[in-house]
Nanobody, 115 residues
């Protein structure tokens, strides 16, 4: 089965940094586009960043210049380096892949930005 596990969330002050990881198993990771999403309480799940198998990236306007998505195909792991964090970045962050016609999600990791 395709499984995704996020880690690296936590409590950070405004202006701080965190690096999230998404470890993937049971998937052809190296050929899949990977995406990070986030969802605040009561809010919609929104795409934060995406990265293709070749390393092309795309970001939501709200995080451009502050977040960096990357992947290590030898480790089947995707990362989200978050800097200059703002309170509005607080959310549960999820990773997602698409494999053989289906979406697969991780369980999420909580990021809280607060003073």
């Amino acid at each position: 089965q395709v499984q995704l596990v996020e880690s690296g969330g936590g409590l950070v002050q405004p202006g701080g940094s965190l690096r999230l990881s998404c470890a993937v198993s049971g998937s052809q990771f190296s050929v899949n586009t990977m995406r990070w999403f986030r969802q605040a309480p009561g809010g919609e799940r929104e795409m934060v960043a995406a990265i293709t198998s070749r390393g092309s990236t795309n970001y939501a306007d709200s995080v451009k210049g502050r977040f960096t998505i990357s992947r290590d195909n030898t480790k089947n792991t995707m990362y989200l380096q978050m800097t200059s964090l703002k309170p509005e970045d607080s959310a549960v962050y999820y990773c997602r892949t698409f494999q053989d016609g289906s979406f697969y999600w991780g369980q999420g990791t909580q990021v809280t930005v607060s003073s």
